[in-house]
């Protein structure tokens, strides 16, 4: 009987979903393991082969966890909401929510046809106000909490207020925006108004004042990795910084907690390095620099205060508040351009680029360590967010300062004895100056140059600062605080209505509020967002209701927030509610939380290294500190799934024609390349008449061939519809099966790096399953199991499986696996083995990695329940023993045959059997042997002369 693929994956499918085979629930008497995924965002186009990588690579994990005992959640569900749907409707006219749901819909068809073990029951959606509802809580709750930096945790708004009320900020240290100072009598002094400003500075969801990156043509904010070169990642618009009013999360004060929760989880090094980077923790001084002739200063951060003797110029941020302070009349002109030019830049193209501008402010600073004037100059290698946006600049000790200094002519002073300063003597990998004499340098009180180390000289200079009032010593963070607001309609809206221009939040009980209806998804005339053109978008604060616009009157009837919350905000706390989506009264009950804890595997793209994941860590360490989640971190194990890039295919049409040469003959004429659907390509073979029905064009295509055929060129890129090398799974499923998809994936390489997508190779994994199919079948449909006790060569090929499936399982080495079984199923052939104990082990060792064929045979064998229930098995050594050796036989080198021996056989006996063999007399007859050399296991090699 014939492995019908066809027949078997749907029958079981179905079977999964009417026996609830994949359904969850808490089991206190199991062991617990929760394995998720980063869910997808559900485009028009729908998965292409590169998207299940990492979901058959967690789908795997999750089913042999299962048949090792371990109670597994497995869920799945739709990152929803986000910009593209939005822009479709703009351009179609169609609801943002009807395109989503086709969508979800096509992307659920196809990741059913895989065979995953989700458990659909647990769905989440971000585009549900059941599961919004959660964010708008979770955000209602940022709100109210203040982050005290003593406790190291976030805590309730009101305790700040009554220690205002009490002591004013007197003894306060805590996360704020601005360091401000008032008294218990000056709080009381204030009105509603100036007290709900003042806790803003606190709170942990804020308003606050921020550079962004601002698209007009899409009317939005843009997070940095939507923005590439400058233009839109989505339509390729122009994108400028723009300060702009912004809901802000203060994840800032979550950087030390950040950094340390790193200790704690098992991610790959270079991913906590990356998180590192970007928290970016060090320990330095602020100083305070006086703007000459004015009573004004300004506050620096330095790493290095020891080097300020070496500070030959200032350098603002364009986006410091400084930078009109200290701009002259004369400098007008040209600051402001330079400004303008700025604007067009983002943050992340500023810190790539090493091309050295700027502009000189026509003010001087006051070096308060030697009282020497130095211009400030503005330049964008400085960034407002990290420090206080402005630098003291020391071109001798760093490589940007010394390329700004040389760029624009201005000073340089080492900092080391009898040193001066050239460009070949400067040191740009360590920024430090080397062998030049120095010359025309005024001795301050250097401490560099009494001898200390640079260690010690920092320690006194921060010292000597602290002393002499000159400013603080401080831990800085190069993290910000995310910007938290989106110009956009198609995203959660904020709970939040404004009286007296002041945010407050609607009532907890009166979540979710729910997005409503507005006739165009584009920002209004007056350039509010798309939520401006809501009629009913306002908040009756005494029926508690949203209701008309009209009856706003600032007095019991408010505007509600026109911003939605980014795309983030649905996914930085989804692996809890997925621990209980049904729940209508928590985000999740704390009993279930208790049970599942956290996210023991989680799966996904590097991409996330320094966003979802920064937020979603942020995110539950907030819930964890209010005591709604048991976990500190929510990922333990992390793996990142590699990038399965496409297999481009080219024809060669000759120049001015439509006439096309096939690869090999393409040299003989004039040609150009052109990228082919690889849909109607076939082991590098084009189908002739698919691609003249492919593109009107190519209609009346002529062919140059070789062979009869039509030979195409290749290249690996990355797979792209723009390169028609987009391969879909469901044609691989249709043609091959889901399982051969599956073990296919797995078997490109390593989970965890790129490969690309060649479908000529897909039919090895597809035979190597009828191979499998024909130890239990026969041609004829004939059941070929036998019973009683295996022999000692099929044990040993089964325990060798056991062994190393379970060990490359358990390291993520999958496709080291599949090439383990085909050994295995090659020897049981070999071995004519149809053993029922041993063919049964080989269906459960099988299942994660071919789940329908698995379940078809588990059925055929007549075992109870699916297979999904059966025993994991333990490999055992006393089968692994060898009784017997294979030696080679070489001599001078060269192999000639193989002879048998017992294990335990010692050399001497080796070396007189094969002397004695008379294969031997064959090789050695009228020769000399000069000596014998035994590699033990391994070989036996004859010297003759």
């Not at 739709?78 to 943002?96: C, K, N, V």
């Not at 400004?339 to 790539?352: G, Q």
């Not at 499936?805 to 993520?812: R, S, W």
């Amino acid at each position: 009987m014939e492995y019908n693929f066809r027949e078997i994956e749907p029958k079981w499918q179905k079977y999964w979903v009417e026996h609830q085979t994949y359904k969850v629930v808490e089991n206190k008497d199991k062991e617990k393991f929760y394995v998720l995924n980063m869910f997808p965002y559900p485009s028009g186009a729908g998965l292409h082969v590169g998207h299940p990588l990492g979901y058959i690579a967690s789908d795997i994990y999750a089913r042999y966890k299962r048949l090792q005992g371990f109670n597994v959640l497995n869920p799945m569900g739709y990152d929803a909401y986000g910009l593209p749907a939005e822009q479709y409707a703009i351009q179609t006219g169609q609801h943002p929510a009807v395109t989503t749901a086709a969508n979800i819909n096509r992307y659920r068809e196809q990741l059913d046809k895989i065979g995953f073990c989700f458990d659909w029951d647990r769905e989440v959606r971000t585009c549900d106000p059941a599961y919004y509802h959660w964010t708008q809580w979770a955000f209602q709750k940022m709100f109210d909490s203040y982050y005290c930096n003593d406790r190291q945790q976030a805590r309730p708004i009101e305790e700040l207020i009554k220690a205002f009320d009490k002591n004013g900020t007197e003894g306060l240290n805590v996360a704020c925006s601005e360091e401000l100072r008032f008294t218990a009598d000056e709080w009381k002094a204030m009105d509603e108004k100036k007290q709900q400003e003042t806790l803003m500075n606190y709170r942990i969801a804020y308003l606050g004042e921020t550079m962004v990156n601002w698209c007009p043509k899409l009317g939005t904010v843009l997070a940095n990795d939507e923005v590439v070169d400058g233009v839109s990642e989505r339509g390729g618009y122009p994108v400028v910084q723009k300060k702009m009013r912004q809901w802000c999360l203060r994840v800032s004060a979550y950087a030390q907690r950040l950094l340390d929760g790193l200790d704690t989880v098992e991610w790959t090094d270079s991913l906590k390095e990356t998180q590192r980077n970007w928290i970016g923790r060090s320990e330095g001084t602020e100083v305070q620099f006086k703007i000459k002739d004015s009573d004004k200063e300004f506050t620096i951060f330095t790493t290095r205060a020891d080097t300020m003797f070496g500070v030959t110029f200032m350098v603002l941020a364009p986006e410091s508040e400084w930078v009109p302070e200290v701009t002259t009349e004369a400098q007008k002109a040209e600051v402001e351009a330079y400004l303008d030019a700025t604007k067009k830049r983002t943050e992340r193209e500023r810190i790539a680029d090493r091309r050295v501008t700027g502009v000189f402010s026509g003010s001087y600073a006051v070096n308060p360590f030697t009282g020497e004037n130095i211009p400030i100059w503005i330049s964008d290698y400085v960034l407002a967010g990290y420090g206080t946006g402005a630098i003291m600049a020391v071109p001798a000790h760093d490589s940007r300062d010394y390329a700004f200094a040389k760029h624009f002519n201005l000073p340089i002073i080492p900092l080391v004895e009898g040193c001066d300063v050239s460009e070949e003597s400067f040191d740009a990998k360590e920024g430090i100056v080397t062998n030049s004499p120095r010359t025309g340098v005024t001795p301050y009180i250097d401490f560099s140059l009494n001898g200390l180390t640079v260690k010690e000289a920092i320690a006194a200079t921060k010292e000597y600062v602290k002393t002499h009032g000159l400013g603080r010593v401080k831990v800085n963070y190069r993290l910000r605080d995310a910007i938290f607001s989106r110009q956009r309609y198609w995203g959660e809206p904020f709970p939040v209505y404004y009286k007296n221009q002041m945010p407050y939040m609607i009532p907890e009980d009166c979540l979710p509020l729910e997005l409503p209806e507005v006739s165009k998804f584009l920002p209004t005339e007056s350039g509010e967002p798309p939520l401006g053109h809501a009629t009913k978008w306002a908040w009756d604060t005494v029926n508690r209701c949203v209701t008309e616009n009209s009856r706003i009157d600032h007095q019991t009837v408010f505007p509600l927030e026109l911003n939605t919350m980014p795309g983030f905000a649905g996914s930085s706390a989804y692996y809890l509610r997925y621990m209980d989506p049904k729940n209508d009264h928590a985000l999740v009950d704390k009993d279930v939380d208790a049970y599942w804890q956290n996210v023991d595997l989680y799966v996904g793209g590097t991409e996330h290294a320094t966003g979802h994941l920064i937020y979603s860590r942020f995110w539950n360490k907030f819930l964890h500190d209010l005591g709604y989640s048991c976990k500190e971190e929510p990922f333990q194990k992390l793996i990142n799934q590699g990038m399965i890039q496409g297999r481009s295919n080219f024809v060669y049409r000759i120049k001015d024609t439509n006439t096309f040469v096939s690869l090999n003959m393409k040299d003989q004429y004039d040609t150009t390349p052109l990228h082919v659907d690889v849909n109607i390509v076939s082991g590098d073979v084009l189908d002739i008449e698919a691609f003249r029905n492919w593109r009107p064009e190519y209609h009346d295509a002529e062919f140059i061939l070789e062979d009869g055929k039509y030979i195409c060129g290749w290249a690996i890129e990355k797979m792209s519809k723009s390169m028609f090398n987009v391969v879909n799974p469901d044609m691989i499923v249709e043609k091959f099966g889901a399982d051969t998809l599956r073990l296919y994936e797995m078997f490109l390489g390593p989970v965890e790096q790129s490969k690309p997508w060649d479908t000529n190779g897909i039919d090895g994994c597809h035979r190597f399953l009828k191979k499998f199919w024909a130890l239990f079948y026969d041609r004829t449909g004939n059941f070929l199991l036998t019973e009683g006790e295996a022999n000692k060569e099929a044990l040993k090929s089964l325990h060798k499986l056991i062994k190393k499936v379970t060990a490359d399982i358990e390291a993520f080495s999958y496709n080291t696996s599949i090439s383990a079984f085909m050994i295995c199923v090659n020897e049981l052939s070999q071995q004519k083995c149809h053993n029922r104990d041993i063919l049964r082990t080989l269906v459960i060792l099988m299942a994660p990695f071919a789940p329908h064929i698995a379940e078809e045979l588990w059925h055929a064998l007549e075992e109870a329940n699916s297979v999904c229930d059966a025993e994991w098995p333990e490999w055992k050594e006393e089968y692994l023993t060898e009784d017997s050796m294979k030696l080679s036989i070489s001599f001078n080198g060269k192999t000639r045959f193989t002879l048998d021996f017992p294990a335990d056989v010692d050399n001497a006996s080796i070396e007189k059997t094969v002397l004695n063999d008379e294969q031997t007399q064959k090789y050695t007859e009228s020769k000399q042997i000069v000596k014998v050399i035994i590699v033990p296991k391994r070989i036996v090699n004859i010297v003759l002369k």
